[in-house]
């Protein structure tokens, strides 16, 4: 089995057709995408014991909140340190352990929920499960952008998009799966996990045995990189240690932890949300559609905005993101409180797609400030801010609705005063995003170090093309 998950295994064969490349890596990113759609599971995981309401010793929607929070928190330690394990060990491999922890993180969790042990469902879903989907997330990314250089943007906004589109799959066979198991002792749902388990590991596994990556130094027929003339956009790369003394990396660290800070409280309460706004309007099974129709917009956004970022520039893209993110989470209480049902729902969609815009265009706007040489692993570290988000979405969304609601508010109006803290995060970010210039050159890796560094890290060696442009650059400071 060693032979079968080396890297050189994995290696296509002349005149392979790439486009056969996003197949396996959507196989990953459409499975673990289903995070996004776990807020269907809160409700029901409150009536576990109570079956038609919550019983006393029932979980509350407050420890329910941190499964997803812990999910996102190992998502992004998982993948700042498994990203150099990536690149040494390959994508097959990765992926298949990706598919173990996250099947295997679900059947923990149907454990947990039968033994009624919260602490089985964080280490399952949350931990595990966590684990599988940094692991899954890096692997499909990596390689896409190997193997489409000439279209990077749309390479990324390719894989990530099947990470946004999971809540599609996810949210309605959630809901079936869960009617379908539900009995008068029970809601359904440790059977559910079982079989979401089962299904998403086989899946998964199918993508990491059809992965392929391209042969060293591989280029697309007839493509040559353009010279581009823009002083946001590096000519130079700067070492991944290197970037760690930079501010443009902390504060692209903050504005991708600010942006989903806002996106992700909402998104991981969007069933029981829209319930409770639209009290006796909206049944589980609706509730159910407008998170399948936010992870649409969620995945649209992905490609949309990545794509977009290639001709407006991703400074401008994320200033777009927070000045229309301010307008729009600030409208939110008055549209809720006015009954007007489908506003509301375009207000979170448009939302949901610059979240996911977001996420699609981080690894560009990294590419573009510390050059390609290292930006995997760039991108792995920066990922601490999903981690980070992860925590401070939910807890702001769940305990302040929780401690309004014990001030007497009623529920349909206890997340107004979340939606305004959310758009004060947002304008943070707004002037984050400002303040970013271009590296100054002490960071840039000098021509003569390019061949000292090859040697001590021959697993991250630079192509023939990659040393070219390097040289160039060079020669131009000269």
């Known amino acids: 089995m060693s032979g079968f998950f080396s890297p050189q295994r994995t290696v296509a064969k002349a005149n392979y057709n790439r486009w056969m490349v996003p197949p396996a890596a959507l196989a990953v990113h459409l499975c673990i995408g289903q995070a996004y759609a776990f807020s269907v599971f809160n409700s029901p995981l409150t009536r576990v014991i109570g079956i038609t ?268 993101f927070f000045i229309l993110g301010i307008a729009l989470y600030a409208s939110v209480p008055a549209i809720g409180a006015s009954g007007n049902m489908g506003l509301f729902i375009l207000l979170y969609a448009l939302i949901l797609s610059m979240y996911g815009g977001g996420f699609s265009t981080i690894p560009a706007y990294l590419a573009d400030i510390f050059g390609t040489r290292y930006v995997g692993g760039i991108h792995g570290r920066l990922l601490t801010a999903w981690a980070t988000a992860g925590i401070l979405g939910p807890v702001l969304v769940n305990y302040i609705r929780e401690f309004q609601i014990e001030q007497g508010v009623a529920k349909a109006d206890a997340y107004s005063v979340t939606m305004y803290i959310m758009a004060g995060l947002l304008s943070l970010g707004f002037i984050c995003n400002l303040m970013i210039r271009p590296v100054h050159e002490k960071h840039h890796i000098k021509h003569d170090d390019l061949d000292k560094i090859d040697s001590l890290f021959p697993h991250s060696k630079q192509t023939d093309l990659e040393k070219s442009a390097a040289n160039n650059s060079h020669e131009e400071i000269r």
């Open 53 to 320: 309401e919550s019983a006393p010793d029932d979980w509350k929607l407050t420890s329910l909140g941190w499964i997803f929070s812990l999910a996102i928190v190992f998502l992004g330690l998982s993948a700042a340190f498994g990203g150099k394990w990536l690149e040494k060990v390959g994508p097959r491999l990765t992926m298949f352990v990706a598919a173990c922890c996250f099947g295997g993180g679900f059947l923990v969790s149907a454990l947990g929920v039968y033994l009624h042990q919260i602490w089985i469902v964080y280490l399952g879903y949350g931990v595990l499960g966590g684990i599988g989907l940094g692991l899954g997330y890096v692997s499909p990314v990596s390689t896409l952008i190997k193997w489409f250089p000439d279209r990077r943007g749309m390479a990324t906004g390719m894989a990530i998009m099947g990470f946004g589109g999971g809540a599609m799959i996810g949210a309605p066979l959630s809901i079936w799966l869960m009617q379908h198991f539900a009995s008068p002792d029970s809601v359904g749902i440790m059977q559910t996990f079982i079989i979401m388990g089962c299904i998403y590991f086989l899946s998964m596994l199918i993508g990491s045995f059809t992965i392929r990556t391209p042969p060293q130094n591989w280029r697309p027929a007839g493509w040559t990189p353009p010279v581009v003339q823009n002083d946001m956009i590096s000519q130079h790369h700067v070492h991944i240690d290197q970037v760690l003394k930079t501010p443009q990396f902390y504060l692209l660290w903050l504005v991708l932890c600010l942006n989903v800070t806002a996106g992700i409280g909402v998104l991981g309460q969007a069933s029981v949300m829209i319930q409770e706004i639209f009290k006796g309007t909206i049944s589980a099974a609706a509730a159910a559609g407008f998170v399948g129709l936010l992870s649409l917009f969620n995945m649209g956004g992905r490609f949309f905005w990545s794509s977009a970022s290639d001709y407006i520039g991703r400074k401008h893209t994320f200033t777009l």
